[in-house]
């Protein structure tokens, strides 16, 4: 009787569904909207579709847009910016079928996570704790608490399944930030043993950070906080923002259908970003375990989830089976997460974005890429890549050589084509003619080939006789022998580099791959409080040799060798939610020398004081890095006048007085470690609306997409930007930071030629006595192959020259 009841249930919610989808269709036919709600009506999944016939598709898209596309002009300052995000969670759709693992609890829908009843028990008795009809645990109730190590959180509201669990949103009770959480149920038929292993396991393994401590976002949606319900058979997995509420790709396909070609690949490349960067990286998990090469092990639609922006959408990628998949069946069978798998689903999650999903709507069978006839048309490119993702043809070796081979496809064909079906006698005589258009474009092309060819061997006569020439660090010759001590500056860029433990294949530093290559060789490092006591000691005899930048003149008994560049770059936070009132746009990407000595100096507390510029009523945050080097570097070049100087110094005296980490707008200068710096910068944008700017090395801000590094401008000459594309024009603010990493590279030519006024080289300084052995030349030499240049430039730094990957 049960069986049958639920049977007729899900027939009459089906039915509802598909009267619900045909009103949409009729609606979006027959209204025509706006200029900008035509756009965003495509996108209608970011908003919550009302499920009923009576409230047009107008009126729903309407109640959630921003009021300005409505109203006519005001006061911007009478404008209150949105407090929620535009993207939020559809409630997934019910799937019909048995739950293989909650089955004992007999949902009559057979989707016990989203049964709607765990919804419906709380409505008919807010205390009741189990559906009241199988006795599955009930959602969380609103204003509810959940105690994690990093602090408090509190439940608003439901959003749904997704995967293993149920999320919730919620705030950070201390600080009232958004949070996402997601709920993992572990009752019948888990034991009592059971579940004790995994909730132990869970807070273990439940979240990543960089083994090195850099920040990078590469929309990998990781905890903040794992809690193991001490009480309850639950756990719960703690994200900060809005991120981890977005809709899932199924939730796309349900309201949107098929997407393009174009967006295909849109999706195949931020994807296969972030798997690079699980694949290739060190991590450190919550219990201190070192995990290198990271298999995601989960991905499929459930698990990626789309966010639209102003002009354009961003994946993100959630849900690793690292802690996923802990909560499957006891009796299932262990799968162990592999490198490889992770491209095979991508390649199905990329083949059911193309069909517009997972099932044939006309025979209600399991759509597979296997089968030809289950393909759509497609361009053969893509679909050759497709099916190299999912090994039918031959499979890519990693994720790196996947994305590059995605990116040298050729451009996906316009949406609308103009085919013609028929010819036209009289215009056969004009196509026999060739075109003055076509001949004109050819001459154009021709003269562009010949200008490039001469540029490119104007520039490689321009390359000296001692740029990189050797391949490989067994090449070097003659290494003397023996232990050798050099030095550097605490805190300086070869300190820096040292610490990268990630650089080589073999899980080790640079320093032993070098003396891995000449087994006879030992090398110490030890560096000085200063760059001036490190010269001194190189000079007398008292250090080997040292690496350093090249700021100051040296006396005539020492040499050098370029090894590399570096730099300082200017930065402001770079906001994908407030992108079109953020500095980087306000500033036109760049900054003057003069508006940087105003600001470091105290004479500008506000934006919005900067002369000849229409820049945001936003107060001023002043930050500086900790490293010496740094700092003398940029009073040298940019402050220049021994008064700005003064006043620099000034400014950071007083915050050492007040003794807090971060200062009110009163002028007074932070000092952060770089990584900690970026973090800030975007926060004080994002939460207190606070314009905050720093500078810092290029070697530590390159790679780091929560900051747009300005492009700066040095008395009446020319900007300079330090960052291009793969075209080889300069980034602008227009530019996707994160979403198009791996397309955007260091200007090598800017450094080299030193037109960046903030770039200086990185050397090996070594004394000009022939009496003494040779070490500083030959581990300059060393440094130069271009086996080295690719660590070098892996961890930052800017090459001599090109590298080939």
């Not at 001459?443 to 490989?472: H, M, N, P, Y």
């Not at 003794?659 to 975007?682: E, Y």
Request: glycine letters at 6%; one cysteine or more.
């Amino acid at each position: 009787m049960v069986k049958d009841t639920g049977k007729q249930i899900a027939k009459e919610a089906w039915e509802r569904e598909a009267i619900s989808q045909q009103a949409q269709s009729k609606l979006r036919a027959q209204i025509k909207l706006p200029t900008p709600l035509r756009w965003l009506e495509r996108w209608s999944w970011v908003v919550p579709v009302v499920q009923e016939k009576a409230a047009p598709l107008t009126e729903t898209i309407k109640a959630r847009l921003p009021k300005r596309f409505f109203q006519k002009e005001q006061n911007p300052a009478d404008v209150v910016p949105e407090s929620i995000p535009t993207a939020i969670t559809l409630q997934p759709p019910v799937y019909l079928g048995v739950d293989p693992i909650y089955r004992k609890y007999h949902c009559v829908y057979g989707n016990t996570l989203g049964c709607e009843w765990t919804q419906k028990t709380l409505e008919q008795d807010p205390t009741a704790t189990n559906c009241l009809k199988c006795g599955f645990p009930t959602i969380l109730p609103p204003r509810i608490e959940v105690r994690g190590y990093r602090g408090r959180y509190r439940v608003d509201s439901f959003l749904g399944q997704r995967g293993m669990g149920r999320l919730y949103r919620g705030i950070q009770v201390a600080d009232q930030q958004p949070v996402v959480i997601k709920e993992y149920l572990l009752p019948n038929p888990f034991s009592l043993e059971e579940t004790r292993s995994r909730k132990q396991v869970f807070e273990s393994v439940a979240g990543l950070t960089l083994a090195d401590g850099r920040i990078q976002d590469i929309r990998l949606n990781s905890p903040w906080d794992a809690i193991a319900d001490p009480v309850k058979e639950c756990c719960y997995l703690v994200t900060n923002g809005h991120q981890d509420g977005y809709p899932t790709l199924r939730a796309y396909l349900t309201s949107n259908g098929p997407m393009t070609e174009a967006e295909v690949r849109r999706v195949l490349n931020q994807v296969l970003q972030t798997l690079e960067f699980l694949h290739t990286q060190k991590f450190s998990l919550p219990s201190g375990q070192i995990k290198q090469k990271i298999a995601h092990g989960n991905i499929s639609l459930d698990s990626l989830l789309i966010m639209a922006d102003t002009t354009e959408f961003f994946i993100h990628v959630s849900d690793l089976a690292l802690w996923e998949r802990l909560f499957d069946l006891p009796t299932a069978r262990i799968a162990i997460p592999i490198i490889s798998q992770d491209l095979v689903d991508l390649g199905y999650v990329a083949f059911y974005l193309l069909a517009g999903g997972t099932v044939d709507p006309v025979s209600n069978q399991p759509l597979n890429p296997k089968y030809e006839q289950h393909w759509k048309p497609v361009e053969p490119a893509l679909k050759t890549f497709i099916r190299r993702l999912l090994e039918l043809e031959t499979p890519f070796a990693n994720s790196e050589e996947a994305r590059q081979a995605l990116l040298q496809l050729p451009p996906p064909p316009p949406n609308d084509m103009l085919v013609i079906t028929g010819e036209i006698e009289e215009d056969k005589t004009k196509l026999r003619r060739p075109p003055l258009l076509l001949l004109g474009t050819l001459g154009l092309v021709l003269l562009g080939a010949l200008i490039w060819f001469l540029i490119q061997k104007s520039q490689k006569q321009e390359t000296s006789s001692d740029d990189v020439v050797i391949c490989c660090l067994k090449d070097v010759s003659a290494v003397p022998p023996g232990r050798y001590t050099y030095t550097g500056e605490t805190g300086g860029i070869w300190s820096y580099i040292q610490r990268q433990r990630n650089l080589t294949f073999q899980n080790q530093t640079l320093e032993e791959t070098l003396e891995k290559s000449q087994p006879k060789l030992q090398l110490n490092y030890q560096p000085d409080d200063s760059l001036a006591k490190a010269i001194s000691e190189v000079e007398s005899g008292k250090i080997d040799f040292a690496v350093t930048n090249l700021v100051n003149q040296l006396t005539p008994q020492l040499r050098y060798k370029e090894v590399a560049y570096d730099g300082l770059v200017v930065f402001v936070a770079f906001s994908y939610s407030k992108r079109e009132r953020s500095l980087p746009n306000a500033l036109n990407g760049k900054i003057s020398f003069e508006q940087l000595r105003d600001l470091y100096t105290g004479k500008i507390t506000n934006w919005s004081q900067i002369k000849g510029a229409n820049l945001p009523n936003l107060p001023v945050k002043l930050y500086i890095p900790p490293e010496q080097e740094a700092l003398q570097i940029f009073e040298q070049r940019v402050l220049k006048q021994e008064s700005a100087i003064a006043a620099f110094k000034n400014l950071q005296t007083q915050n050492q007085q007040q003794n807090t980490l971060i200062t009110s707008s009163t002028g007074a200068i932070t000092t952060l470690p770089t990584l900690n710096m970026l973090q800030q910068v975007l926060e004080d944008f994002e939460k207190d609306d606070i314009g905050s700017i720093g500078f810092a090395t290029f070697s530590q801000v390159f790679g780091q997409c929560s900051a747009y590094p300005l492009a700066v401008v040095d008395g009446n000459k020319a900007e300079v930007q330090t960052l291009v594309n793969d075209k080889g024009n300069s980034i602008d603010p227009n530019t996707d930071l994160c979403g198009e990493k791996g397309s955007y590279k260091p200007n090598i030519q800017v450094f080299r030629t030193g037109s960046y006024p903030l770039g200086y080289p990185i050397i090996v300084l070594y004394p000009g006595d022939n009496s003494r052995p040779p070490i500083g030349q030959k581990f300059a030499d060393m440094l130069r192959t271009a086996e080295v240049q690719r660590l070098l430039e892996k961890a930052g730094l800017v090459p001599l020259q090109k590298t080939q990957k």
